[in-house]
């Protein structure tokens, strides 16, 4: 079985950077695309970022164009979300995802069990 675990969340000061981890477990992901969403309280669940097999990325939110980036290292089975300047307006709960097709879509067939990110002073 897949299991995805998150890492890295945590209190951070408006401006600021985080960078947030997602290990893979149980299987190899090389050829999935994997991906981070986000929830914000009171708001519905929301893609960031994904990044497909090939190594393409697609910017599932506009607003963290500039600011956030996504990376993969398949030889540690993990994906990272690099974050800066952040808002807080990007206070979220954060959750890895993986899908089984290699292409970037909004359906992911796998998901962590997410990491708070407060960006508050």
């Known amino acids: 079985q897949v299991q995805l675990v998150e890492s890295g969340g945590g209190l951070v000061q408006p401006g600021g950077s985080l960078r947030l981890s997602c290990a893979a477990s149980?299987?190899?992901?090389?050829?999935?695309?994997r991906a981070w969403f986000r929830q914000a309280p009171g708001k519905e669940r929301e893609g960031v970022l994904c990044i497909s097999s090939s190594g393409g990325i697609t910017y599932f939110a506009d607003s963290v164009k500039g600011r956030f980036s996504i990376s993969r290292d398949n030889a540690k089975n993990t994906v990272y979300l690099q974050m800066n300047s952040l808002k807080p307006e990007d206070t979220a709960v954060y959750f890895c995802?993986?899908?089984?097709?290699?292409?970037?879509?909004?359906?992911?067939?796998?998901w962590g069990q997410g990491t708070q990110v407060t960006v508050s002073s």
């Open positions: 149980g299987r190899t992901l090389d050829y999935y695309a």
């Open positions: 995802a993986a899908r089984v097709g290699g292409a970037c879509h909004r359906s992911m067939n796998y």
